[in-house]
């Protein structure tokens, strides 16, 4: 199957500082990416949609501005908490989807996030 | 809009007995995909098996399998054999078009299984 990183794995930050957290597909181009946010014992909420290029699209109620996500390559999209409080301190998944895979998804290794 | 549900929040399992793990579904499409997810621990999501909608066989993989009765809108996922490393959470899906044209996928809350020597 086709490998999908992120970077970086674990993340300790002090509130109000911002945090980048890559997705990487490493041997094919994701025409599209997701971002999933999972809250211990919980199941993974869909974040955002974005397509290379264009600007992503959310899901209701997750803010555009707190979270900036990026796809500016097929093989690259990040995300950014802004300005990240105790609340935000959550795991965050990518997963990236190609035409060519039948859209299946591919989900990177997640990024557990901490704000002290 | 597309819904999962698993009833199940955990069980239990003695190694080598096969286990169901219990998903119904919820969608208005006539075509639509459904999907397994193992997440151990380290919080990697493993996929398992897909069934769609359309398929006319259910989906076997392995130890996996995945029992699709469409009118009663469940996608049970069969474990034969269970071993300790099946351990872990699941997580049933379902595919759902987006603005894009790309499909997100819809998780159940997972259920926890802990298989038992």
């Known amino acids: 199957g086709a490998v999908v990183s992120q970077h970086p794995s674990r993340v300790i930050c002090k509130s109000g500082t911002s945090v980048k957290i890559e997705c990487r597909s490493l041997d094919f181009q994701a025409t599209t990416m997701f971002w999933y946010r999972q809250f211990p014992k919980q199941s993974l909420m869909l974040m955002a949609t974005s397509n290379e290029g264009s600007k992503a699209t959310y899901e209701q109620g997750v803010e555009k501005d707190k979270f900036l996500i990026n796809h500016a390559s097929l093989t690259l999209s990040t995300l950014t908490v802004t300005s990240a409080h105790p609340e935000d301190s959550s795991f965050y998944i990518c997963?990236?989807?190609?035409?060519?895979?039948?859209?299946?998804?591919?989900f990177g290794p997640g990024t557990r996030l901490t704000v002290l | 809009a597309q819904k999962i549900t698993q009833t199940q929040p955990g069980m239990f399992v003695q190694e080598k007995e096969a286990v169901t793990l219990d998903c119904t579904y919820d969608t208005s499409d006539p075509s639509y995909g459904l999907f397994w997810y193992k997440q151990p621990s380290s919080g990697e999501m493993i996929f398992l098996i897909y069934q769609g909608s359309y398929d006319q066989q259910n989906a076997t993989e392995g130890r996996y399998s995945l029992n699709f009765q469409k009118a009663r809108k469940s996608a049970n996922l069969v474990i034969s054999a269970s071993q300790l490393g099946d351990s872990a959470m699941y997580f049933c899906?379902?595919?759902?078009?987006?603005?894009?044209?790309?499909?997100?996928?819809?998780f159940g809350k997972g259920t926890k299984l802990t298989v038992n020597p």
């Open positions: 899906a379902m595919g759902a078009p987006t603005q894009g044209g790309s499909e997100k996928l819809v």
């Open positions: 997963s990236a989807s190609a035409d060519s895979f039948y859209n299946e998804q591919f």
